[in-house]
């Protein structure tokens, strides 16, 4: 008796849910990468502050001027402006959605026994990711819109910058965000290679663990830097 394989007796694929759980990670490793490569950038901009007042307006204004007369002016900082957003609101659905399902997940019986085993770092990606939510909203209140001026407002970047930098309470919120950050940063790199499969073998993983704690330290500390030396009057 010859059996024949009917289509419905095909070995099924992945589950719905597991297909949307891995496209939801590597939708928050994509738009993951574009904030890495960002604070990097903006890290060296604020580094211009080591040169005085006179480079750090200069690159301002050339950040506005960028690819003119191709855009109008502005134009490059409001199409990043765009590209940041859709990546925020995809990485915060993203993480949403999959601590939701985890959530839900562990009070089900099929659920694994034991939980993620999770490291510090990894405890703050949801907590620390909110509070760098709330460090965003506030930094571009202070330095985009200048919807609030701490330490006084003024047309010159440089000194919106040492305005509020001076003020010790803008500089504790600034490192406490920079802490989130780097924890983020560090978990984050580790948790992308992951997802796109490039921690494969023991020396792949180190690599893996060594990248994300490298970035983390050099984004941190670039970005303390500067303030530091403006609250202790070194950069005036």
């Known amino acids: ?49 080591f040169g005085g007042a006179d480079v750090y307006n200069t690159y301002a204004h050339h950040l506005r001027t960028f690819l003119m007369p191709m855009l109008p002016y502005q134009g490059f900082l409001w199409v990043l402006r765009l590209v940041l957003v859709l990546a925020l609101v995809g990485h915060v659905f993203a993480a949403f959605t999959l601590w939701n399902r985890a959530q839900k ?18 405890k703050w990606m949801r907590w620390g990711g909110v509070a760098l939510l709330a460090f965003v909203v506030f930094h571009l209140l202070e330095f985009t819109t200048r919807t609030i001026t701490p330490g006084g407002d ?45 921690t494969s073998s023991a020396l792949s993983r180190r690599v893996a663990k060594t990248l994300g704690l490298t970035i983390a330290l050099v984004v941190s500390v670039g970005f303390i830097v500067p303030p530091f030396l403006i609250l202790v009057g070194v950069i005036k």
């Open 105 to 122: 997940a562990r009070t089900t019986r099929y659920a694994v026994k034991k939980a993620v085993a999770a490291t510090l770092s990894a």
């Open 154 to 198: 003024s047309d010159s970047p440089f000194t919106r910058l040492t305005n509020g930098f001076s003020l010790w309470w803008v500089f504790l919120i600034y490192l406490v965000a920079m802490f989130a950050l780097a924890m983020h940063l560090h978990h984050g790199i580790w948790s992308a290679a992951q997802t796109l499969g490039w």
């Open 1 to 49: 008796m010859v059996t024949s394989t009917t289509p419905a007796s095909r070995p099924a694929g992945p589950p719905l849910g597991r297909r949307t759980t891995i496209a939801l990670k590597i939708l928050m490793a994509v738009t993951g990468a574009i904030f890495v490569g960002y604070v990097l950038l903006h890290m060296y901009g604020n580094l211009m502050a």
